[in-house]
C-alpha cells in the first residue's frame, strides 16, 4: 500500500500537471459513476490528504480516489501513449488540452461535492505532510489506547494519516522497540512522532524511499533498515532479520512485519526476543 510521501508525490505531480486547465475528457470506468461528464469543468486543484487523493473541480465538484495496494495516476502529454497497465485495469481518465492523468487499479473512485469531503477524509488523524499536523494531538490520539500494541497504532489512520507498513516497521527499528510491544510502554513517543514527520518530509520529493543515513553501521548502500529484509542481516548488529506474515493492520487486510530480534526489545511472536530481551546497539535510542 503506498505511503503518505508516494500520496503526497502523486497529488503534486497531478497538480502540476491539471491545476488551471479545463477538462476536455473525462471518464470514470466504474458502474456507479459510468453517466458522469466532467467536461467544461475547471480543475482547481489536487491535494493529498493522508492517503486520499483530492481533485477539485469547478463547480463544487471533488473527485476522491485511493490507491490502496496497487493503484497509481499516471500523467502524459496529449497524444502520448499510455503505459501504466492494460487497458482493463483503467479506472479514470482526466484530460485537458496538454495533459491526461490515467487511473490505474484505483480500487477507491467517488464523485462527490467538495463540501462534503469531511465524509471520506473527515476520520483521519493530523497528517504528517498536511497543514494540519499538529503533533500534541497526534500523540493523544496514539495514546488513547495504552495496550494496543505499537505496529497497529501506528498504522491506523485515524491517529495519524501517512504511515503504511514501511515507515510502521522502520520507525519501530529506529525506536528499538518490536511492534508488538503495547504502546503505552513506548519511552519518549513524542520522539516517534518527530522521526515519522522527518522521515516522510525526506522522502517525498525522491522516488527511492531512505530511512537509512551514511552513517548507518552496516547499511553498504541499504536504502531499508529491515522491511523487506527477512532473513538477511541486521545492518546494526548482524542478526537475521525476521519477518511475520498478516500481524498488524486493519482486520482483515493485515501487512506482514519486519523486526530486528538483537536491536529491538519488547514482545515478538514465538522465536523472537522475550519482552525486554535483545541487547541494545552502539548509538540506539
Known sequence: ???????????????AALAGGTVTRSELRVPRLATADLRGRR??????????????????????????????????????????GPGHQIRAVLATEERVAVGYRLQVLDLLRTADEEGVVGHLGPDLLGADWDPDEALRRLLADPARPLGSALLDQRNLAGIGNVYMAELC???RTTPWLPVGELNAPERLLTTAK??????RERPDRTTTTPTTPGARGSRLHVYGRAGRPCLVCGAPVRHADESHGTPGRERPTYWCPGCQRGPAPSGGPRPGGGRRPAGGR
Open 173 to 175: 527499528f529506529l525506536a
Open 1 to 15: 500500500m503506498p505511503e503518505g510521501d508516494t500520496v503526497w508525490m502523486a497529488a503534486k505531480r497531478l497538480d
Open 43 to 84: 480543475v482547481l486543484g489536487v491535494a493529498a490528504r493522508g492517503k486520499h487523493l483530492l481533485a477539485r473541480l469547478s463547480g463544487g465538484l471533488t473527485l476522491h480516489s485511493h490507491l490502496r495496494m496497487d493503484g497509481s495516476w499516471r500523467v502524459f502529454a496529449a497524444g502520448e501513449r499510455w503505459r501504466g
Open 198 to 203: 522527518r522521515l516522510l518530509e525526506a522522502n
